[in-house]
């Protein structure tokens, strides 16, 4: 079955970006997709096909997809981003859905 | 605005079954997909199951850690999707989220969650 990696944790300081990445086999070839969760809260989609932002979502965060490496990208970090991040893939052959073990995202 | 509470979680022991309800507002339930994720006590997200809308033949997917315990059917003039768990594991424990997958089950398309119930918890134990 295809395995999706994350660091398990990230930190940052404000104002500064912050990068999640997620490692899988040929990850570039298939689309990712990002949600966050905050303490207590259910997930929230912040990215779809790899760079698309939903409706709402701020202009901050944005997402690249290319070889073995998908990532988030986190623009001017504010103490609100603070949450567990988790990618996302759809494995057609397997026909399952596949998340990674998640990031949690620290603003120091 | 898009709704959807879960309902039916409690305190249940091992082997027996229990019942989830998700009752879905504010689209047409009937056009969509609908996902059943969960997340195990400090754990991560772990997906279950999906079915398909009728016009994909209504069929399911799930988890190999759940095939053959858990089904998931859905009442579309209800708008109510269900999770039936049977045979249930202590491993089972977690919080079972619904979610809207984009599309009715287009095979051509993409698998994501654009939205998500707040969450119902299962606890097995004895």
């Known amino acids: 079955s295809y395995v999706l990696t994350q660091p398990p944790s990230v930190s940052v300081a404000p104002g500064k970006t912050a990068r999640i990445t997620c490692g899988g086999n040929n990850i570039g070839s298939k689309s990712v997709h990002w949600y966050q969760q905050k303490p207590g809260q259910a997930p929230v989609l912040v990215i779809y096909y790899d760079s698309d932002r939903p409706s709402g979502i701020p202009e901050r965060f944005s997402g690249s997809n290319s070889g073995n490496t998908a990532t988030l990208t986190i623009s001017r970090v504010e103490a609100g981003d603070e949450a567990d991040y988790y990618c996302q893939v759809w494995d057609s052959s397997s026909v399952h859905v596949v998340f990674g073990g998640g990031t949690k995202l620290t603003v120091l | 605005e898009v709704q959807l509470v879960e309902s039916g979680g409690g305190l249940v022991q091992p082997g027996r079954s229990l019942r989830l309800s998700c009752t879905a507002s504010?689209?047409?339930?009937?056009?969509?997909?609908m996902s059943w994720v969960r997340q195990a006590p400090g754990k991560g997200l772990e997906w279950v199951g999906f079915?398909?809308?009728?016009?994909?033949?209504?069929?399911?997917e799930y988890a190999a850690s759940v095939k053959g315990r858990f089904t998931i059917s859905r009442d579309d003039s209800k708008s109510i999707a269900y999770l039936q768990m049977n045979s249930l594991k202590t491993e089972d424990t977690a919080v079972y989220y619904c979610?809207?997958?984009?599309?009715?089950?287009?095979?051509?398309?993409?698998?994501?969650?654009?939205?998500w119930g707040q969450g119902t918890l299962v606890t097995v134990s004895s």
């Open positions: 979610t809207r997958v984009s599309h009715g089950g287009n095979p051509e398309a993409e698998y994501y969650f654009d939205y």
């Open positions: 504010g689209f047409t339930f009937g056009d969509y997909a």
């Open positions: 079915i398909r809308s009728k016009a994909y033949g209504g069929t399911t």
